[in-house]
C-alpha cells in the first residue's frame, strides 16, 4: 500500500467516525421533534457531539496502527502566548462588532429603546469576562472538535495537496458535518425565513472561514490548543453575549438578516486574521531556511 493511498484510507475512516454520529442522532431525534430547550435528550446529545472528532481522531489511529506521534497536543505554552491572546480575543472583537451592527440595523426602535434603558457597563463587562472564563474552562470541549479536524483531518489532507485547498476542504467538511443539525433546528432553531437553506449556507461559510483562522493559530503554536480556546471561547461570548446586550432570545428573532450578520462578521475577521497568522509564519519560515543556507 503507497503512502498515499494510505493516508487516504486513514482519512475515510476519519470521515465515516465523524458523520454517523449526527446523522443517528438528527435522526432518532432532530427530525421528529426539532431542537429546543424542552428537549432536553436533543439537546444534551447534540452538545455531546463536539467530542466525536477527537474520538474519531484516537479510533482511526488505533484502527489503522499508525500511533499517535505528531498529535498536535504540544501543551507547551511559553514563546506562544500570543495564539491564545489572539483565539480568545477575536471572539470579543466579533461580539463587539456584531452588536453594533444589530443595534444599528437589526433590532426595532422599541428594542433600542429598552437597550438604553437597561444598559450596564458593568454588567455587559461581566457578562463578556464571564464568556470568556466559560470558554476557558470548557477548552477541554473545544479539544473534541479541534483534534479532529486541524489536529488530523488537516495534516492528513496537507500530504495529498497544498495547505490552502487541504483548509478549506476541511472547512467544507466540518461545515457539512452540522447539517444533520441545522435540519434539525440546532443552532438556527427552525423559524427563521429561508430554513433550512439560510441556515446551511451560514453554518458553511463560518466553519471554511472559521476554519482558516484556527488552523494558523494551530500551524503557529504548534498545538490545537489556542484554536481549541477559541472554539469553545466563540461559542460562549459571540453569540450569548450579543444576544443578551441586544435584548434578543437568539438571532433567530432577527430574520435571516441577524443569522447573515453573524456568520458574514465571524466568517470576515477570522478569515482576515488567518491569513494574517499564515502569511507571517510563512514569511518568518522563509527567513528561517534562507538563514541556515546562507550559513
Known amino acids: 500500500m503507497t503512502n498515499k493511498t494510505r493516508e487516504i484510507k486513514r482519512i475515510v475512516i476519519f470521515l465515516l467516525l465523524c458523520f454517523i454520529p449526527p446523522v443517528v442522532i438528527s435522526i432518532i431525534y432532530g427530525i421528529n421533534t426539532g431542537w429546543s430547550s424542552e428537549n432536553k435528550w436533543f439537546a444534551a446529545l447534540s452538545n455531546s457531539l463536539v467530542v466525536f472528532p477527537a474520538l474519531a481522531n484516537i479510533i482511526t489511529r488505533i484502527i489503522t496502527r499508525e500511533g499517535f506521534e505528531n498529535n498536535s497536543l504540544d501543551i507547551r ?3 506562544k502566548q500570543r495564539y491564545y491572546i489572539a483565539g480568545l ?3 470579543v472583537l466579533c461580539t463587539l462588532i456584531i452588536v453594533l451592527l444589530g443595534y444599528c440595523f437589526l433590532i426595532s426602535p422599541e428594542t433600542r429603546q429598552l437597550i438604553k434603558d437597561k444598559t450596564d457597563i458593568t454588567a455587559v463587562a461581566a457578562r463578556i469576562l464571564y464568556g470568556s472564563s466559560m470558554g476557558l474552562f470548557l477548552v477541554f470541549a473545544g479539544l473534541g472538535e479541534e483534534l479532529g479536524w486541524r489536529g488530523y483531518l488537516t495534516p492528513k489532507l496537507e500530504k495529498l495537496m497544498p495547505l490552502f485547498p487541504a ?3 476541511t472547512g467544507l467538511l466540518w461545515g457539512i458535518w452540522y447539517i444533520p443539525l441545522v435540519i434539525s433546528g440546532y443552532a438556527f432553531g427552525k423559524e427563521y425565513s429561508g430554513y433550512p437553506w439560510v441556515g446551511i449556507v ?7 472561514f472559521t476554519g482558516i483562522f484556527l488552523t494558523a493559530l494551530t500551524k503557529a503554536a504548534g498545538s490545537v490548543l489556542p484554536a481549541a480556546a477559541s472554539n469553545i471561547a466563540g461559542k460562549s461570548v459571540c453569540l450569548s453575549t450579543a444576544s443578551y446586550i441586544l435584548c434578543i432570545e437568539s438571532f433567530e428573532e432577527t430574520g435571516a438578516g441577524g443569522g447573515f450578520v453573524f456568520a458574514g462578521v465571524v466568517s470576515v475577521l477570522s478569515a482576515s486574521a488567518g491569513i494574517f497568522i499564515l502569511l507571517k509564519n510563512r514569511k518568518k519560515e522563509k527567513l528561517s531556511v534562507s538563514t541556515k543556507i546562507s550559513v
Open 77 to 79: 505554552i511559553r514563546g
Open 89 to 91: 480575543a477575536l471572539p
Open 167 to 169: 483548509v478549506m476542504i
Open 202 to 208: 451560514l453554518i458553511i461559510l463560518m466553519c471554511v
